[in-house]
């Protein structure tokens, strides 16, 4: 027996749970859950959300691998401030002024194609920002998933073709007897 919700809508069957939510709390819902299972690798949740947060994530984890290395390197010029033995910035006096004194530094860094920008602002649309990230990392709150999702699980599954999920079930929940399962990465 299909545990699903068939919703008719002109005649044409809904292809989603319905949850017993309205849209807002459902959508909601599943952005949590997928935005927990990036960050931790594994939830424990009911069988029908599982089913429903896998779709999500494998296309996700689908679109990262695709762009993980659509990037190209480019050397960029900078200028640094010269510093004296004690971290404070030199000055020379010029023309009765008072100016800092530069070095120009050669960079080299990694600019995403616009494919992999828009790949990162979909994933945007569906992650919601994480907010305790530890003290070190609190400069780069906002894309903290997104670079996960490139720079540490596209690499993982860069030769496997789709199945990035694995549902394992646990049993019957003690109060209402919906069954449990553990959503994890594979």
Do not use: H, W
Request: a positive charge.
């Amino acid at each position: 027996m299909c545990m699903c919700a068939t919703v008719m809508i002109g005649g044409i069957m809904a292809k989603y749970r319905k949850l017993g939510k309205d849209s807002a709390a459902r959508k909601a819902l599943i952005r949590n859950q997928v935005t927990a299972l990036i960050q931790n690798d594994k939830i424990v949740t009911t069988l029908a959300r599982a089913k429903e947060v896998q779709k999500q994530v494998e296309k996700l984890i689908a679109l990262a691998v695709r762009e993980a290395d659509n990037f190209e390197t480019v050397t960029v010029s900078a200028k640094v401030a010269k510093k004296d033995a004690n971290g404070k910035r030199l000055k020379e006096v010029v023309d009765g002024k008072t100016v800092y004194l530069y070095d120009t530094v050669e960079k080299e860094v990694k600019r995403d194609s616009a494919t992999k920008l828009a790949a990162r602002k979909q994933m945007n649309k569906v992650l919601y920002v994480v907010t305790d990230v530890p003290k070190e990392a609190a400069g780069k709150k906002r894309n903290d998933l997104t670079n996960k999702l490139f720079d540490d699980i596209a690499p993982r599954y860069k030769e496997r073709n789709g199945g990035y999920t694995r549902i394992i079930k646990v049993g019957p929940r003690r109060g209402d007897g919906a069954m449990e399962v553990i959503l994890e990465l594979v």
